[in-house]
């Protein structure tokens, strides 16, 4: 019988040490990664890190200012006035522009597939200790389960004392609680690992964006460079061919009215009617109406594979299905119809559900739903009205213009160029990519800018006539 009791102790005390060792074990481990100090080498090839990406740092700062002072050289040329010099001027400020654009893309790209690195190893280093650990949880919970059924009759009659009998039950109460704090823990690394991929699926999408941003700005400096060259063929470097030539390509009022304006959502109308909605908007809201069109410009976003997926295979379960469904069944809108097509989910995973030209998720739909019908009288604001979706950008727009970060960002940048661009920068980015705005306030950002400057041309047609 002593034998018997000594041997289910040494049984019930393996298993203790085994879950805590297992667990707290893992967990200190997992600790240590951030906080322990690492060995020589490792103290090395951090440090030699650091100063990697210090100096990416510094040279991606030098290549922000030498790309405002282009813009800085651009926006006084066209302010003197439209001449053959100007224009060439302009053309060239515009080539060095993109050609400054590029480097720091191919910079901000290698700093992006380091991150994309570090984080795979974050994932790695999870995924061994969660697969390290399954057979020992097996095997504690096989224990555990075949100690329970033996019932408290046979621990009681496998003690002579009844001190031991309860020394037993303790132990046993003692393996149970362990357990379960090992399989909380075991939760809390599959959450994190469930983090890190989404982290892992963002990055990868980035990576992936401005690698066709990166395309389309070598073939903005080409197309730069053939403008320039048509004009110098077509004028022969007479300023007076190249005043002929631009009365020719001047649009008038009726033309710029009638021009087809395409969303990104999906749809296109007049151009005079897009400015119409976001006149609305604007007066709603005080975001110029350049800006609003510029983000609904199909031209100026990274969209892709947009409104062309069903709601199931696209749109995030728990934070959007739900709201999405109650939407569509207040608008009377079949939620397998065509008319109710969203974004798709990215190649790496990512979801998409982004509803109608405005681009919005349900969740975020949901939030500015109240703003929107205020605007418009509409309840509920329909994603995929048009009157609707234009009032939804000005609203969303306003509140990131007023954002802390946004502001932070223009007040610290107002050396390099214009307090406004900068701020209207990191707002369209935001609306873009949302916390990740800073990786997009080039890429996305200055092109929905410029877009913007160019609609501020075209609507100022309009008011003259």
């Not at 740092?57 to 790309?67: F, G, H, M, T």
């Not at 809108?333 to 097509?341: C, L, V």
């Not at 990215?346 to 681009?359: C, K, L, V």
Request: net charge positive.
């Amino acid at each position: 019988m002593a034998y018997f009791q000594k041997k289910r102790l040494f049984f019930f005390f393996l298993i203790f040490i085994s879950a805590f060792i297992l667990f707290f074990g893992a967990r200190n481990t997992y600790a240590q990664d951030a906080t322990s100090t690492p060995a020589a080498e490792d103290q090395l090839k951090l440090i030699s890190e650091q100063e990697e990406r210090s100096q990416l740092e510094s040279q991606l700062a030098d290549l922000e200012r030498q790309e405002a002072e282009y813009e800085k050289t651009i926006e006084t040329y066209k302010k003197q006035g439209g001449t053959l010099k100007n224009e060439i001027a302009v053309l060239n400020a515009k080539i060095s522009k993109t050609k400054v654009q590029i480097q720091a893309l191919n910079l901000t790209l290698l700093k992006l597939n380091d991150q994309i690195n570090q984080t795979q190893a974050k994932i790695n280093n999870i995924e061994n200790k969660i697969n390290n650990n399954k057979e020992a949880i097996s095997s504690s919970m096989r224990n555990l389960y075949e100690s329970d059924r033996e019932g408290l009759l046979a621990i009681l009659m496998a003690n002579s004392k009844l001190s031991d009998f309860f020394g037993n039950i303790t132990n046993v109460i003692l393996v149970q609680r362990n357990v379960q704090v090992a399989l909380d823990e075991i939760i809390k690394l599959r959450q994190n690992l469930i983090e890190q991929k989404q982290e892992l699926d963002s990055e990868k999408t980035d990576a992936e964006n401005l690698r066709l941003v990166q395309s389309a700005q070598q073939k903005n400096a080409q197309i730069a460079q053939q403008k320039k060259n048509t004009i110098l063929t077509k004028t022969k470097g007479k300023e007076s061919e190249y005043q002929k030539l631009l009365k020719k390509t001047q649009l008038t009022a009726s033309q710029i009215r009638s021009r087809i304006f395409e969303l990104l959502g999906g749809g296109e109308l007049t151009f005079e009617k897009a400015y119409e909605y976001a006149r609305i908007a604007e007066n709603a809201t005080g975001v110029r109406s350049a800006l609003i069109l510029a983000i609904l410009d199909r031209e100026s976003l990274l969209g892709k594979n947009v409104g062309r997926c069903n709601y199931q295979k696209a749109m995030h379960p728990t934070r959007d299905i739900p709201y999405f469904l109650e939407l569509l069944g207040k608008l009377n809108i079949d939620p397998g119809s065509d008319f109710a097509k969203v974004s798709c989910a990215n190649q790496h995973g990512a979801y998409g559900g982004a509803m109608g030209p405005a681009q919005f998720i349900p969740s975020t739909w949901k939030l500015y739903a109240d703003k929107i019908t205020a605007v418009t009288g509409n309840n509920p604001p329909n994603p995929w009205n048009n009157s609707d979706a234009f009032s939804a950008t000005g609203v969303y727009m306003k509140d990131l213009l007023s954002s802390a970060s946004c502001q932070k960002y223009a007040n610290d940048n107002k050396n390099l160029t214009s307090y406004q661009t900068l701020l209207e920068r990191c707002a369209a980015a935001k609306y873009y990519s949302g916390g990740n705005w800073y990786t997009y306030r080039f890429w996305y950002g200055n092109p929905v800018v410029t877009r913007a400057n160019e609609f501020e041309g075209d609507i100022a047609v309009l008011k003259g006539n």
